[in-house]
């Protein structure tokens, strides 16, 4: 099984499973305040891939489904780009 520290939740901004946990337990916050308190889901891809992990981690550290009252301020990129653009590979 993979260690909580290796285990990287959202990759634009490098944050890992156990300092979302961490911060959640520590501070018992909303989704909106973990992404803030974390940067998670604040990189290139606006929270495309790890905005309901995210969400998971709130459930699992609070017991409490996120409410949404305060939306996460999901912004798509102005256009998608692969990976491989990104990093330069793509000639």
Same mark, same amino acid.
């Given at each position: 099984?993979?260690? =909580? /520290? @290796?285990?990287? *939740?959202?990759?634009?901004?490098? *944050? #890992? $499973?156990?300092? +979302?946990?961490?911060? =959640?337990?520590?501070?018992?916050?909303?989704? %909106?305040? +973990?992404? $803030? %308190?974390? %940067? =998670?889901?604040?990189? !290139? !891809?606006?929270? %495309?891939?790890?905005?309901? +992990? *995210?969400?998971?981690?709130?459930? @699992? =550290?609070?017991? /409490?489904?996120? #409410?949404?009252?305060?939306?996460?301020?999901?912004?798509?990129?102005?256009?998608?780009?692969?990976?491989?653009?990104?990093?330069?590979?793509?000639?």
């Amino acid at each position: 099984m993979m260690d =909580a /520290h @290796q285990l990287i *939740v959202c990759r634009c901004e490098e *944050v #890992s $499973l156990a300092e +979302l946990l961490e911060t =959640a337990e520590a501070y018992q916050c909303s989704a %909106r305040e +973990l992404k $803030l %308190r974390t %940067r =998670a889901g604040m990189g !290139c !891809c606006g929270g %495309r891939t790890c905005r309901m +992990l *995210v969400d998971q981690v709130i459930e @699992q =550290a609070t017991g /409490h489904s996120p #409410s949404h009252t305060i939306p996460l301020g999901y912004q798509p990129p102005v256009r998608p780009i692969s990976f491989q653009t990104l990093g330069g590979r793509n000639r």
